[in-house]
């Protein structure tokens, strides 16, 4: 047996009210870090459509019912339909 320490950091999320942490074996990939040091799980960082960056907080825009996103697949395959029709 070893008798070699290590420290380690688990993240928490720096979004007011955010409890999440991070999941050890996910190597962080979906966590947003910045330069001040503070870190945003997945829910409390989006990437902003101006700006074309990732940026803290929320993202504004709702996601799709699934009504909608049924909707929106029947009128992308009618547009790819007619654009590969020879």
């Known amino acids: 047996m070893s008798d070699m320490t ?3 950091h688990t993240l928490v999320c720096d ?3 955010c ?3 991070a999941d050890p074996d996910s190597f962080n990939e979906d966590w947003l870090h910045t330069d001040d040091g503070r870190d945003y799980c997945p829910e409390h960082w989006h990437i902003d459509d101006q700006l074309d960056e990732r940026i803290t907080g929320p ?3 709702p996601p ?3 009504q909608e996103r049924e909707e ?3 009128v992308l395959r009618k ?3 007619r654009n590969t029709a020879g």
């Open 64 to 66: 799709m019912t699934a």
């Open 72 to 74: 929106f697949i029947k």
């Open 79 to 81: 547009y790819h339909d």
């Open 15 to 17: 979004w007011p009210d």
């Open 59 to 61: 993202d504004p825009t």
């Open 6 to 8: 290590f420290q380690a």
């Open 19 to 21: 409890d999440q942490t």
